[in-house]
């Protein structure tokens, strides 16, 4: 039975930005899955001015 190790971690439980798909600076907190400078933008929607 063949296994591939790299292909574990693809697919939709990636770990990336959902709005601009960068995995750089990523925020889990709060289920977010977006990245800092995407946060800033969405925090001011969901009324998140605990940031900057
Ligand atoms: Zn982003």
Redesign the pocket.
Known sequence: MQVKPTEKYRGRDARK?R??G?SRALIRAHNLY??R??FREVARNIGFKKYG
Request: charged content about 10%.
């Open positions: 930005c709005i601009c960068n977006i990245c400078r995407c």
